[in-house]
């Protein structure tokens, strides 16, 4: 493993325009759960018959918004959670000129609390939510103290996160904007992501550059087409990396 990290550290030396897109297994460091893995929400068993994805669809906000809220404050909600080593070592990669932008399906905002300014977050953020009715903002924990579904307190309407829920399309600024920084990229790390939730996956394939790197616990179905692949901590694996550049 020394000598993936060593391969990983001389990559980052060559490379001058390097993207990083991630799932959310970069979070999981920071005690947000990965949905998708054995420990996950989607394996738990629920206290109703719903699947998550249900729980989390624009169908069940739209009908029933006291029990999409209680899933939603209980299972994608965590106002304490902090970056993790990977969230910060991609931060000084910024800082250094190295990393140009990062793409993420994550929506807890980790990533700019690290300190990176460039981040396009494909599914939202819970730290932005939004009136329907007027368009006022509301903060996270606004949405997390209010007493069942939240409303607002200019005109009453309903509150919604800006979160992109199962049923909506992705937004499109969004997507353009993460294609073009894969296509300019010279280097694109794939990390904590297991590449089974698209359209978000299928944006790897924009990358024409000279290093692709897979950073994943398990295996995935881009590994074949990646010049390194690491099976590890990918937060221990970036510290790590960044550590020795920086060294």
Same mark, same amino acid.
Request: glycine share 8%.
């Given at each position: 493993?020394?000598? *993936?990290?060593?391969?990983?550290?001389?990559?980052?030396?060559?490379?001058?325009?390097?993207?990083?897109? /991630?799932?959310?297994?970069?979070?999981?460091?920071?005690?947000?759960?990965?949905?998708?893995?054995? /420990?996950?929400?989607?394996? @738990?068993?629920?206290?109703?018959?719903?699947?998550?994805? @249900?729980?989390?669809?624009?169908?069940?906000?739209?009908?029933? %918004?006291?029990?999409? &809220? $209680?899933?939603?404050?209980?299972?994608?909600?965590?106002? @304490?959670?902090? %970056?993790?080593?990977?969230?910060?070592?991609? !931060? *000084?990669?910024?800082?250094?000129?190295?990393? #140009?932008?990062?793409?993420?399906?994550?929506? $807890?905002?980790?990533? @700019?609390?690290?300190?990176?300014?460039?981040?396009?977050?494909?599914?939202?953020?819970?730290?932005?939510? &939004?009136?329907?009715?007027?368009?006022?903002?509301?903060?996270?924990? &606004?949405?997390?103290?209010?007493?069942?579904?939240?409303?607002?307190?200019?005109?009453? /309407? #309903?509150? #919604?996160? $800006?979160?992109?829920?199962?049923?909506?399309?992705?937004?499109?600024?969004?997507?353009?904007?993460?294609?073009? !920084?894969?296509?300019? !990229?010279?280097?694109?790390?794939?990390?904590?992501?297991?590449?089974?939730? &698209?359209?978000?996956? /299928?944006?790897?394939?924009?990358?024409?550059?000279?290093?692709?790197?897979?950073?994943?616990?398990?295996?995935?179905?881009?590994? #074949?087409?990646?010049?390194?692949?690491?099976?590890?901590?990918?937060?221990?694996?970036? *510290?790590?990396?960044?550590?020795?550049?920086?060294?």
């Amino acid at each position: 493993m020394e000598e *993936k990290t060593a391969r990983l550290t001389q990559m980052l030396r060559e490379s001058n325009n390097i993207v990083f897109f /991630g799932g959310a297994g970069v979070s999981t460091a920071s005690n947000i759960p990965d949905f998708r893995s054995s /420990g996950g929400i989607f394996s @738990q068993k629920l206290r109703t018959q719903l699947t998550p994805e @249900q729980l989390v669809s624009h169908t069940f906000y739209v009908r029933y %918004p006291e029990e999409f &809220y $209680d899933f939603y404050k209980e299972h994608l909600l965590y106002p @304490q959670a902090k %970056p993790n080593d990977c969230h910060i070592a991609l !931060a *000084k990669l910024e800082e250094m000129g190295k990393l #140009k932008a990062v793409v993420t399906q994550n929506i $807890d905002g980790l990533h @700019q609390a690290a300190g990176s300014r460039v981040v396009h977050e494909l599914h939202g953020s819970v730290l932005r939510n &939004y009136c329907t009715e007027c368009g006022q903002f509301y903060p996270m924990e &606004y949405v997390h103290d209010a007493d069942g579904v939240p409303h607002c307190e200019k005109c009453g /309407g #309903k509150i #919604k996160p $800006d979160v992109v829920l199962y049923e909506e399309g992705l937004d499109q600024k969004t997507i353009t904007a993460a294609v073009h !920084a894969i296509e300019a !990229a010279d280097m694109l790390i794939i990390g904590g992501t297991s590449l089974v939730v &698209y359209p978000a996956a /299928g944006l790897i394939h924009y990358f024409r550059g000279k290093h692709l790197v897979l950073i994943n616990k398990s295996v995935t179905s881009a590994d #074949k087409e990646a010049e390194l692949v690491i099976n590890d901590d990918i937060a221990k694996v970036m *510290k790590e990396s960044v550590d020795a550049l920086l060294g």
